[in-house]
């Protein structure tokens, strides 16, 4: 059968790649350790449960409008309202089957073929894939340690400037002189700007701020992107939404109407009882224990390097003294100690790698940290 053009060069999501990997070698009854993505081992929080509960205690879930049903948006844009300072109506709010949806409906309504899309690196492997799927240029640009208007200034033009706020997987936290700058700069060059704030309730230090925490920010097309996937340990509820100036949300539902019309009722009742419920302070707390028992472990060697993450549940690694081919390292990690995490090549940075430890329990973090250190030991031996 003939794949079309378009689809036939596109390669798929990295990260979604290998998690499917070792989903296949579990099955086949192999032991592995699986860093490669973050699922949190949490339950989702009791509110949630309660929401989806009582929903299904109606006589029937009908299909609500595309943007998601009335209540639940108004009662999304209170939230983001209350905690991210955002002043949004319910016509600006947008439910979505996840983070990653909004993400394409956002660049297939912001920008046309051939339009340039500003992506700091390392990035989340799903703003270039999605780029690419939309025939947009994706223009990768280093992360500074700190956004100065120097750093902006330099940009080349484009379109459509991704911030991912907190990061992945650097858990870098943007400070408020940083986030006055991008919105200053987004107000002198007309570029528009998507941010991913999908981490902004996993914060270990500093405080997070909201581009969009302004009166202008609908003049400015801010569109920000949130998911509960992470934050209250929903990944496979595919909850997630956007904050978009209204005429932006209703180009969105254009697209999103063919495609899934609206998220799934039970989703959405459970999505804003999660984000209601308040930050999930015991999983912060745990998060935090096994971030510094990592770092603890890794302390000291030669050939890895970690700064200490303030938010999110990923460790970024540079294993650049020891290689700069950190596919070949991830995949001889897998073949032959059972490990697996994600190369830094997929992040769009050789020479590094990622490590998602909220998984599983701490007895076999610990011993898939373990057997990375022992394999990185002898890498120039065995490699």
């Not at 350790?33 to 299904?56: K, M, N, T, Y």
């Not at 992360?143 to 484009?158: K, W, Y």
Request: proline share 7%; net charge neutral; with cysteine.
């Amino acid at each position: 059968m003939n794949i079309s053009r378009r689809i036939a060069r596109s390669q798929p999501l990295a990260t979604t790649a290998m998690h499917g990997r070792v989903d296949a070698m579990k099955a086949r009854g192999e032991a592995v350790i699986d860093f490669s993505i973050a699922i949190s081992h949490f339950p989702a929080p009791p509110a949630a449960l309660e929401a989806v509960r009582q929903g299904l205690q109606q006589t029937t879930l009908p299909y609500t409008a595309v943007g998601g049903d009335a209540r639940i948006r108004a009662r999304l844009a209170n939230y983001v309202a209350a905690r991210n300072r955002i002043p949004a109506t319910p016509d600006e709010i947008l439910v979505t089957n996840g983070a990653k949806q909004a993400l394409y409906q956002a660049l297939y309504a912001m920008a046309d073929p051939g339009d340039a899309v500003l992506i700091f690196k390392p990035h989340w492997p799903a703003y270039v894939a999605t780029c690419k799927l939309l025939e947009l240029q994706p223009v990768l640009v280093d992360l500074p340690a700190e956004i100065t208007d120097q750093v902006l200034d330099s940009l080349p033009p484009a379109r459509i400037l991704i911030i991912n706020n907190p990061h992945n997987p650097t858990g870098a936290v943007l400070s408020a002189a940083e986030v006055e700058r991008i919105a200053a700069w987004l107000r002198r060059t007309g570029t528009r700007a998507i941010v991913d704030e999908s981490y902004d309730q996993l914060i270990f230090e500093g405080r997070h701020t909201s581009l969009a925490a302004r009166g202008d920010w609908q003049e400015l097309g801010i569109v920000t992107l949130y998911s509960v996937s992470q934050s209250h340990a929903m990944m496979g509820w595919r909850a997630g939404f956007a904050v978009a100036p209204a005429p932006l949300v209703t180009a969105m539902e254009t697209l999103q109407g063919p495609i899934t019309a609206a998220a799934p009722m039970l989703s959405q009742l459970a999505l804003a009882a999660a984000l209601e419920s308040g930050e999930p302070a015991a999983m912060l707390d745990e998060y935090r224990e096994r971030r510094d028992l990592v770092l603890d472990l890794v302390a000291g060697l030669p050939w890895l390097t970690m700064r200490r993450p303030a938010s999110g549940p990923y460790l970024w690694g540079d294993i650049s003294r020891l290689t700069m081919d950190s596919i070949r390292f991830s995949e001889q990690l897998l073949s032959r100690c059972g490990v697996a995490l994600m190369p830094g090549e997929a992040l769009g940075v050789p020479g590094h790698i990622r490590i998602g430890y909220i998984c599983d329990d701490v007895a076999t973090l610990r011993r898939g940290v373990q057997a990375l250190i022992s394999f990185g030991n002898h890498y120039g031996q065995t490699a």
